[in-house]
Nanobody, 112 residues
Framework: QVQLVESGGGLVRPGGSLTLSCQASGLSANAMGWYRQAPGKQRELVATFASGGSTLSADSVKGRFTISRDNAKNTLYLQMNSLKPEDTAVYYC????????WGQGTQVTVSS
């Protein structure tokens, strides 16, 4: 059974940093990454690994967020720096196998 468990969310001041983790039952060789959903908005791509290992990031987070993975630990990470209030959202880990799997989400709130 595929399980994705996010952690690391919380409340942080603007300009601060957080690192999100996604513990997976196994890391997909296909797409795997992070999405987010703010209140009243659609879920949107943050950063992903595509098949072949290339990465894709939203323009809004380029230069601030970094996606990485530790295959030995079956863990996906999202390092978030220079956080802004508009980064406030529930962040979801996703993995593509025979279908798309989602974690339960972790709340990130950026506020002074």
């Amino acid at each position: 059974q595929v399980q994705l468990v996010e952690s690391g969310g919380g409340l942080v001041r603007p300009g601060g940093s957080l690192t999100l983790s996604c513990q997976a039952s196994g890391l997909s060789a296909n797409a795997m990454g992070w999405y987010r959903q703010a209140p009243g908005k659609q879920r949107e791509l943050v950063a992903t690994f595509a098949s072949g290992g290339s990465t894709l990031s939203a323009d809004s987070v380029k230069g601030r967020f970094t996606i990485s993975r530790d295959n030995a630990k079956n863990t996906l990470y999202l390092q978030m720096n220079s956080l802004k209030p508009e980064d406030t959202a529930v962040y979801y880990c996703m993995e593509v196998l025979e279908r798309i799997y989602w974690g339960q989400g972790t709340q990130v709130t950026v506020s002074s």
